[in-house]
């Protein structure tokens, strides 16, 4: 582990890589009578059809509360808490982690692509894309500047692919309009990754990120999920970040 990193800084570096990452989180999905027709409807035929069908299929309807358990191994080191995740998918998203005792780590937001971080946080590591925490709460959130290169459908099989320039490619898997797998591959190897469990009515259960290059896994179960009418505008401003 970084040695300027401390262990709820490594933990929301892991999160919001992922996790959600945004994330960071584990979360439901959209309830099945507020999902849109999934990605493998005849309508969704090129593209941009897929990939705008399954962005709408994979976007809650309501704003989002989320409890989960979180455990990290950087590279050996072990550390665990709680976290409560609060979005609006797919442009706001606020992230709390707790200690085993309760005591609070850290918070930040996500407004559109923009973190709002804590300084004394944010100068120690670089954020990574908002698209690997909305995909950590089965939300496919792809960068503005990413480019559509590859959209298939196999029988509600759909895989997105994103041409993210220097960064890389970022790879969507989706199954029945559900999402399944998120991957950043560069220069031939995987970077990142974020699989997603689920249950048997396909509601998400948990989300395992992996970071290969720095050794970092991070698993985020979820314990309680509800929908909220609204959050006061104050939540996507933590303590600590300028509005």
Do not use: H
């Amino acid at each position: 582990m970084d040695p300027r990193l401390s262990p709820a800084a490594a933990a929301l570096a892991a999160v919001l890589a992922a996790c959600a990452a945004a994330q960071g989180t584990a979360a439901p999905s959209p309830s099945p009578e507020a999902a849109p027709p999934s990605a493998g409807s005849a309508t969704a035929t090129s593209p941009d059809s897929i990939a705008a069908a399954l962005r709408r299929a994979t976007t809650p309807a309501s704003p989002t509360q989320a409890r989960f358990a979180w455990s990290l191994d950087e590279a050996g080191s072990r550390f665990s808490g709680s976290g409560v995740a609060r979005y609006v998918a797919p442009e706001r998203f606020r992230l709390d982690l707790f200690g085993p005792r309760g005591e609070t780590y850290l918070a930040a937001a996500l407004v559109g692509e923009t973190a709002r971080i804590p300084p004394q946080v944010a100068e120690r590591f670089k954020l990574p894309s908002p698209a690997l925490l909305w995909a950590a709460v089965g939300v496919v959130r792809p960068p503005s500047a990413a480019r559509l290169t590859s959209a298939t459908d196999e029988g509600g099989r759909v895989t997105l692919r994103y041409d993210l320039g220097s960064d890389g490619t970022l790879e969507y898997r989706a199954q029945g309009g559900r999402l399944t797998q998120v991957r950043r591959i560069k220069s031939g190897g995987v970077q990142e990754t974020v699989d997603l469990e689920r249950g048997g009515d396909g509601a998400l259960k948990a989300a395992r990120y992996r970071d290969v290059p720095a050794f970092r896994n991070l698993n985020l179960t979820l314990e309680q999920s509800s929908n909220a009418a609204s959050f006061a505008e104050d939540v996507w401003s933590p303590p600590g970040t300028d509005r």
